[in-house]
């Protein structure tokens, strides 16, 4: 089941239904796309028609953060609740080792994916991680080419947004995976690069301030959180009007 939030069909789902669904994905015969925006995307997606093809185009797209879970509840739709797609990368980890499937890492500085993979192989000795490269190319094609010689099941692509979902779009039916999932600054996050916040934090919908703590550069884009919700109660009136599609 799908909430309509400005638009985007988001998965009305738990953690654990989205690692299953992401998991059976494995096993499909289909190339599948999976996204997560945040309700800075979202809002990137109400700028710009060309964004919101793209994240439309993808099959299964996750609610990742309190603000599209928020904006869910006021266009009446209340969701289960955020799937964070950091934590849904990291919990696919056991389903792909458990099925033997092959994981790759694309994306971050050079060293990052690496250190992301130790991570990964500390905690799950089986899984199979059959490359890594850092996000910093210039040419797709030889990137594409190791994917497919390293026969990769799953794809991580972290590249940040909008050119991660771009780039999954665009060569989706080359890479031979089953799955890819765009997971923007996860991979320096498995690599201990970036610290989540404290559990409080999270507890009370506030990871969004701890990280403006960190990253206080940040602000520009968190700004756009306030002009999301212009937008979602922009959309519910044009909804009740039937204005929207
Ligand atoms: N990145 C990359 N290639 C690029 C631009 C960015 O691999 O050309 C990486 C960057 O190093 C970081 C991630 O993409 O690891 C984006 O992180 P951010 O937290 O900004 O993700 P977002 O908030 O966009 O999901």
Known sequence: MTVDVVGIPVQNVTMEEAVRDAAAFLDGAEPKIIVTPNA????????????KEIIRGADYIIPDGIGVVRAAKMLGTPMKGKVAGCELGWNLLPEITRRGKRLFLLGAKPGVAQAAADKMKAQYPD?????????????????IESIRAARADALYVCLGVPKQEKWMVKHRDRLGVKLMIGLGGSLDVYAGNIKRAPKLFIKLGLEWLYRLIKEPWRIKRMMKLPVFFVSVRKYKKERKRGETE
Not at 40 to 51: F, G
Not at 127 to 143: A, P, S, T
């Open 40 to 51: 800075e995307i979202l809002q990137l997606c109400v700028e710009d028609a060309r964004i």
């Open 127 to 143: 899984l199979i991680i059959c490359g890594v490269r850092d996000g910093y190319f210039k040419e797709d094609d030889e990137v």
